[in-house]
């Protein structure tokens, strides 16, 4: 192929990655990753590299990155502007990396493929590290070859630099570096036993010795998380990427989800693309052998990795983003192979000495592209990924509604398996307008109250007796909300020991309060000296509940929201949500999160609202176990 009809198309190709991933940037709300990013990524640097070090498997450079983005603005379109910019020049990377493991046309083909993937797409349009971890993946991909190719000093460099890049954007880069470890490891020995020295080999080790120089300061976090007994991650797919029971090890089952998810769905695409992969490994060995075996290694080492050990944590299939351009790569050399195929034939067959590839690549652009609408149009129309529910909702749309129907008292209960998420979400989107109608700072003044139910399944709402369920028509596509309303009676106790604590090192806790099931509560209390890490305060309320004879049961339907900001730094903080059904007493304590930087914490004026009778029972003495 000609090198400039090869530019001209690889740049059509690169504004079709660019036109997919800028369209409706930052139309969707956050999804809650996201909010995580956000709250991170506007803190200072020494806060940012504190707080991921908290989870090793995770790291800082993307925060970095997007904490001089958000001098934009925080925005959705700011956050996810950096993942978008990464996922299109991921797009000119794969090219050069098809070009340096085959040809020209597997370059052209495999860029095509990646500028069309749903998948990428998606984490191409969410502010988090996947997208520049495909990028630094390409690139060390793309140097690694490069450099045993030509040994050029400027290559070498370029692969500890994207390596390295790589490393501080995902711990799981450690499966590319792993691969190309096995892969010098392999060839040294070849060369060893068939008497061929190779120095190349050699600088590969050295600049190896340099990519773990520059990672050290990620390395003793990650070695004293490795003694973890959840230091070890599954492969959970699926959309949501949320998992209902863990999972040890990697199952069949999971690895066709993952190639589904990869591509662009099940049925005729999944076909598609695995039978392509089949003919790109085995008809390119003979004469692209080197590459065919390196790409194999780089995907199949995370799987058997988690095979052997049998890991314990849970992580959706997006962990493993950076085997998308691997996997594409090995099917543009299947296309390749199938027009050396029908070269052949037609020279066998018809007698034609000329053969132009675009007899078969022609046809193979266009049944991708077929194939790929489906889940291009559930990504931009649903949020969904080709399996599975919706992934985003219009929690402004949520806002909106609330603001024109709730009432002064009302409280939000998140609902539904992924209730934790929902609560998420609310606190970022509510309006402070919104918070203040919703919490009420006087429980005891309200005669009557509402429960907005948000997520899960309506034919399950919970309401306290009396009151009585009200149709309402928010219209938001995926997320059920309903409401009930009825009259409250609320009791409140005081705990004025509390304001003896001036610093929370440790658990505050009180001792046990009666209760009655099925009822409203609402915490309310003061504090000074609170930090914000993302959708969590510290220190924050939370409370134990008791059924008889003292076995402790949980609360799923929880509400915690930072209310109010008040003078000399106190910050005024509720927290609402109904009793068990089987709850007798409960216990409100009082912590603070382990990532906490702050100097001091003070804590004052506790109170708890309850919707029963005084007859109920009297708040038992406080308590304060260190």
């Given at each position: 192929?000609?090198?400039?009809?090869c530019?001209?198309?690889?740049?059509?190709?690169?504004?079709?990655?660019?036109a997919l991933?800028?369209?409706?940037?930052?139309?969707?709300?956050?999804?809650?990753?996201?909010?995580?990013?956000l709250?991170?990524?506007?803190?200072?640097?020494?806060?940012?590299?504190?707080a991921?070090?908290?989870?090793?498997?995770?790291?800082?450079?993307?925060q970095?990155?997007?904490?001089?983005?958000?001098?934009?603005?925080?925005?959705?379109?700011?956050l996810?502007?950096?993942?978008a910019?990464?996922?299109?020049?991921?797009?000119?990377?794969?090219?050069?990396?098809?070009?340096?493991?085959?040809?020209?046309?597997?370059?052209?083909?495999?860029?095509f493929?990646?500028?069309?993937?749903?998948?990428?797409?998606?984490?191409?349009?969410?502010?988090?590290?996947?997208a520049?971890?495909?990028?630094?993946?390409?690139?060390?991909?793309?140097?690694?070859?490069?450099?045993?190719?030509?040994?050029?000093?400027?290559?070498?460099?370029?692969?500890?630099?994207?390596?390295?890049?790589?490393l501080?954007?995902?711990?799981?880069a450690?499966?590319?570096?792993?691969a190309?470890?096995i892969?010098?490891?392999?060839?040294?020995?070849v060369?060893?036993?068939s008497?061929k020295?190779?120095?190349?080999?050699?600088?590969?080790?050295?600049?190896?010795?340099?990519?773990?120089?520059?990672?050290?300061?990620?390395?003793?976090p990650?070695?004293?998380?490795?003694?973890?007994?959840?230091?070890?991650?599954?492969?959970?797919?699926?959309?949501?990427?949320?998992?209902?029971?863990?999972?040890?090890?990697?199952?069949?089952t999971?690895?066709?989800?993952?190639?589904?998810l990869?591509?662009?769905?099940?049925?005729?695409?999944?076909?598609?693309?695995?039978?392509?992969?089949?003919?790109?490994?085995?008809?390119?060995?003979?004469?692209?052998?080197?590459a065919?075996?390196?790409?194999m290694?780089?995907a199949?080492?995370?799987?058997?990795?988690?095979?052997?050990?049998k890991?314990?944590?849970?992580?959706?299939?997006?962990?493993?983003i950076?085997l998308?351009?691997?996997?594409?790569?090995?099917?543009?050399?299947?296309?390749?192979?199938l027009?050396?195929?029908?070269?052949?034939l037609?020279?066998?067959?018809?007698?034609?000495?000329?053969?132009?590839?675009?007899?078969v690549?022609?046809?193979?652009?266009?049944?991708?592209?077929?194939?790929?609408?489906?889940?291009?149009?559930?990504y931009?129309?649903?949020?969904?990924?080709?399996?599975?529910?919706?992934?985003?909702?219009?929690?402004?749309?949520?806002?909106?509604?609330?603001?024109?129907?709730?009432?002064?008292?009302?409280?939000?209960?998140?609902a539904?398996?992924?209730?934790?998420?929902?609560?998420?979400y609310?606190?970022?989107?509510?309006?402070?307008?919104?918070q203040e109608?919703?919490?009420?700072?006087?429980?005891?003044?309200?005669?009557?109250?509402?429960?907005?139910?948000?997520?899960?399944?309506?034919?399950?709402?919970h309401?306290?007796?009396?009151?009585?369920?009200?149709?309402?028509e928010?219209d938001?596509?995926?997320?059920?909300?309903?409401y009930?309303?009825?009259?409250?009676?609320f009791?409140?106790?005081?705990?004025?020991?509390?304001?003896?604590?001036?610093?929370?090192?440790?658990?505050g806790?009180?001792?046990?309060?009666?209760?009655q099931?099925?009822?409203?509560?609402?915490?309310?209390?003061?504090?000074?000296g609170?930090?914000?890490?993302?959708?969590?305060?510290?220190?924050?309320?939370?409370?134990?509940?008791?059924?008889?004879?003292?076995?402790?049961?949980?609360n799923?339907?929880?509400?915690?929201?930072l209310?109010?900001?008040?003078?000399d730094?106190?910050?005024?903080?509720?927290?609402?949500?109904?009793?068990?059904?089987?709850?007798?007493?409960?216990?409100?304590?009082?912590r603070?999160?382990?990532?906490?930087i702050?100097?001091?914490?003070?804590?004052?004026?506790?109170?708890?609202?309850?919707?029963?009778?005084?007859?109920?029972?009297?708040?038992?003495?406080f308590?304060?176990?260190?």
């Amino acid at each position: 192929m000609k090198k400039w009809r090869c530019d001209f198309l690889l740049i059509g190709i690169i504004i079709l990655g660019g036109a997919l991933r800028f369209y409706g940037l930052g139309d969707q709300c956050y999804f809650h990753d996201e909010i995580f990013e956000l709250h991170v990524a506007k803190r200072s640097i020494p806060y940012i590299i504190n707080a991921i070090s908290a989870a090793p498997v995770h790291s800082p450079l993307n925060q970095i990155i997007n904490h001089y983005f958000l001098l934009l603005g925080h925005t959705e379109f700011v956050l996810r502007l950096s993942a978008a910019i990464w996922g299109v020049l991921g797009v000119w990377i794969i090219y050069l990396a098809g070009k340096q493991f085959f040809n020209r046309r597997a370059g052209l083909f495999s860029a095509f493929l990646l500028a069309i993937s749903s998948f990428h797409i998606r984490y191409s349009q969410e502010g988090r590290m996947y997208a520049l971890l495909v990028l630094a993946a390409l690139l060390s991909q793309y140097f690694f070859w490069r450099a045993l190719e030509d040994d050029k000093r400027r290559s070498w460099i370029g692969y500890i630099m994207a390596t390295t890049l790589a490393l501080y954007t995902h711990l799981f880069a450690v499966f590319i570096l792993g691969a190309e470890v096995i892969f010098v490891g392999l060839r040294q020995m070849v060369n060893h036993y068939s008497h061929k020295g190779n120095r190349r080999q050699w600088f590969f080790w050295g600049s190896l010795l340099i990519v773990g120089v520059l990672f050290l300061p990620r390395i003793i976090p990650v070695v004293q998380n490795s003694f973890s007994k959840d230091s070890f991650v599954a492969i959970n797919v699926g959309a949501p990427p949320i998992a209902r029971e863990i999972v040890r090890g990697v199952k069949l089952t999971d690895l066709t989800t993952i190639l589904i998810l990869f591509g662009a769905g099940s049925g005729f695409a999944f076909y598609l693309y695995f039978s392509l992969l089949v003919v790109g490994v085995e008809g390119s060995l003979k004469r692209y052998g080197s590459a065919v075996v390196y790409l194999m290694l780089t995907a199949l080492l995370p799987f058997l990795t988690f095979f052997i050990v049998k890991p314990s944590r849970i992580f959706g299939a997006r962990y493993l983003i950076f085997l998308v351009p691997v996997y594409y790569l090995l099917i543009a050399a299947g296309v390749e192979r199938l027009s050396q195929v029908v070269m052949t034939l037609s020279r066998r067959l018809l007698k034609r000495k000329k053969f132009h590839p675009a007899v078969v690549y022609l046809p193979a652009l266009l049944v991708f592209s077929l194939v790929a609408l489906r889940p291009l149009t559930l990504y931009y129309r649903d949020w969904s990924y080709p399996i599975g529910s919706r992934l985003k909702y219009d929690w402004r749309k949520l806002v909106s509604y609330l603001e024109t129907h709730a009432h002064p008292g009302d409280i939000i209960i998140p609902a539904g398996g992924i209730w934790y998420y929902h609560l998420v979400y609310l606190r970022q989107y509510l309006t402070p307008g919104l918070q203040e109608m919703l919490v009420g700072k006087d429980p005891t003044d309200l005669a009557e109250a509402g429960i907005w139910w948000v997520g899960g399944n309506p034919a399950k709402r919970h309401y306290p007796p009396g009151f009585q369920p009200v149709e309402v028509e928010p219209d938001i596509p995926g997320l059920a909300v309903s409401y009930g309303r009825g009259p409250v009676r609320f009791v409140e106790e005081n705990f004025p020991e509390l304001c003896k604590l001036p610093d929370l090192d440790a658990l505050g806790i009180t001792g046990k309060i009666s209760v009655q099931p099925d009822r409203i509560f609402w915490i309310s209390v003061r504090f000074r000296g609170v930090e914000r890490h993302y959708e969590r305060y510290s220190p924050y309320p939370g409370i134990y509940f008791y059924a008889p004879p003292g076995e402790k049961v949980t609360n799923s339907y929880l509400g915690v929201r930072l209310v109010t900001d008040e003078e000399d730094g106190w910050k005024h903080v509720v927290m609402n949500g109904i009793t068990p059904s089987n709850a007798a007493t409960a216990q409100i304590i009082i912590r603070k999160d382990k990532l906490h930087i702050g100097d001091k914490v003070e804590v004052k004026d506790l109170e708890f609202y309850g919707d029963w009778s005084k007859s109920s029972g009297e708040a038992a003495a406080f308590s304060y176990e260190p």
